[in-house]
């Protein structure tokens, strides 16, 4: 028996996972769904070591965010073999990877969600529902008054109903199936004059997903997987915008678009504490190990591990061919999936070795890391969703740094909270090659997470009130958190209050009274003076 709710969180990502805490902190009840067997999104179920900004260890994050950073290093200081100058490190890097100054295993940072939602469901105030996807929403007017799942193991329909309904899903896919107003892919250039706009729209063009997976490296053993069905495609396809094949480790340069070598050396003898991951001085992206290692071996006692890990989200594996928003997403994924065992296979048997040699067979794909029987990612890393039409829209001319200025950006008079990332697109459906500028560390309207029109659901995730090109800044670990967070709060205290989301956003004192509850939680909502990258 599920009970009755006063909010539901569809979707159980990072956003969603950080909606329920701030929803059952405020005392109020919530029921979370989760399309897999795993909550936190892209840190987990997508496996992706998260993307921050370099302040990040000082500021520019909600407290509750920088407490899930400290357990997660809390969990390796305590159960890992660390060595003793690593174990003495405040701001230890687990994986030393080049991307984020914290990589580190999914199931860890699974272990730590699990654990700060822990309370809650035992005092009775959450309900967790894994393997449930929404199929069908009903709405009178402008409410939204139930959502229908469907339980993945058994195909058993549950429909459900709260005061509030937040969209936490990767897609946005409760905003089409509720009938709620927004945006897809590429707006056009005359909807908010953005530079980097085609000139129409184009709802299909989106940013490629990427199916990840883990490897491990073990010199003298085979580990070759079976050929996969569709290698010989993905060996063969040479993209126009490409310098050669996709498999091969000449790509892009994201920020310049100037053919880049990479390098690929399985577990280097470099000491991981050399490492440093500052993605405002470099992108970290040119040594392929090293840029999303997520455990280094070099960093715990002697024998303890004979291998590090590494996490494949690579320019090698980005999937672009078909949109995986819409209709086509179940072969979008299919072939996703299929690239990415396609590279496996070529890193295996035919990528060019330092030693002049080809093929690393002792690499081994790692099912333990992903929790998956074929060792992908259980999702896509999905970059891009439906975008709510709201209140407030970002548009590059908030945020763009050529435009703004390194010190500009626009300051929102409702502003819930902070974010810094460089406005990074990757290569789209609509046949774009990267979109990589920079940007200003940005705020967080409250109107981009208020609908134009419906009055009880709201946001949660990637799919607030952004563009095409500012979603390439808005998407990142430590923003979607923030958005959760915020969305949490804020229908918790829409309920106790008994008003309504656009009335908090519009009228002055309502506003302030609740930046206040955000304060006191230690939702940053502004900046210190810091400079754009």
Request: charged residues 25%; proline residues 7%; glycine residues 10%.
């Amino acid at each position: 028996m599920i009970p009755e709710a006063d909010i539901l969180v569809v979707g159980g990502g990072l956003g969603g996972v950080a909606a329920a805490l701030a929803a059952c902190r405020a005392g109020r009840s919530v029921v979370l769904t989760e399309e897999t067997d795993w909550i936190g999104g892209q840190l987990t179920s997508q496996a992706v070591p998260p993307d921050e900004h370099p302040w990040v260890e000082r500021f520019g994050t909600t407290a509750s965010y920088r407490r899930l950073r400290e357990e997660i290093r809390r969990y390796y200081r305590h159960w890992y073999p660390l060595r003793a100058e690593a174990l003495a490190l405040t701001d230890l890097n687990p994986g030393a990877g080049r991307v984020s100054k914290l990589c580190h295993e999914p199931r860890v940072a699974l272990a730590v969600l699990e654990g700060m939602l822990a309370p809650h469901r035992a005092a009775g105030r959450l309900t967790v529902l894994t393997e449930h996807r929404p199929v069908s929403a009903e709405s009178d007017g402008d409410f939204l008054r139930a959502v229908t799942l469907r339980d993945l193991r058994d195909g058993t329909r549950r429909t459900l109903t709260a005061r509030y309904v937040l969209d936490a899903t990767e897609t946005g896919e409760l905003l089409s199936l509720a009938g709620v107003e927004h945006a897809n892919g590429a707006e056009s250039q005359a909807e908010f004059d953005e530079l980097h706009a085609p000139d129409e729209a184009q709802p299909d063009n989106q940013q490629g997903i990427t199916v990840c997976f883990a490897l491990s490296h073990h010199e003298g053993q085979d580990h070759t997987i079976d050929r996969p069905d569709d290698f010989d495609f993905w060996r063969a396809y040479r993209p126009a915008f490409w310098p050669g094949p996709l498999l091969g480790f000449e790509a892009p340069d994201p920020r310049t678009l100037e053919p880049m070598p990479r390098t690929f050396v399985p577990n280097p003898e470099l000491d991981p504490l050399a490492v440093s991951a500052d993605q405002s001085a470099d992108a970290g992206d040119k040594e392929l190990w090293g840029f999303r290692r997520i455990l280094a071996r070099k960093l715990h006692t002697p024998g303890a591990f004979d291998s590090d890990i590494t996490l494949v989200n690579w320019p090698l594996n980005d999937y672009w061919l078909k949109p995986y928003v819409g209709e086509q997403q179940a072969e979008a994924l299919r072939e996703a999936r299929q690239l990415s065992l396609s590279l496996l296979y070529w890193l295996q048997t035919e990528a060019p070795r330092a030693d002049g040699g080809t093929g690393f067979p002792g690499l081994r794909i790692r099912p333990d890391v992903t929790g998956t029987a074929d060792g992908l990612a259980k999702s896509a890393y999905v970059r891009e969703s439906r975008r709510i039409k709201a209140v407030t829209t970002v548009t590059e001319h908030d945020v763009a740094i050529d435009i703004v200025g390194p010190y500009g950006g626009t300051r929102y008079r409702d502003s819930v909270g902070v974010g810094g990332y460089r406005i990074d697109l990757h290569p789209s459906t609509g046949g774009d090659n990267y979109v990589d500028i920079g940007s200003v560390p940005f705020e967080i309207p409250l109107g981009a997470l208020v609908p134009r029109r419906v009055r009880n659901l709201l946001p949660a995730g990637k799919n607030i009130g952004t563009t095409h090109i500012t979603n390439g800044c808005y998407r990142l670990h430590p923003v979607e958190w923030n958005v959760g967070e915020v969305a949490g709060a804020l229908a918790a205290h829409c309920v106790a209050e008994d008003v309504e989301p656009q009335q908090v956003q519009a009228e002055e004192k309502r506003f302030e009274d609740f930046a206040r509850l955000l304060d006191r939680d230690g939702v940053q909502r502004h900046w210190p003076d810091v400079r754009g990258y």
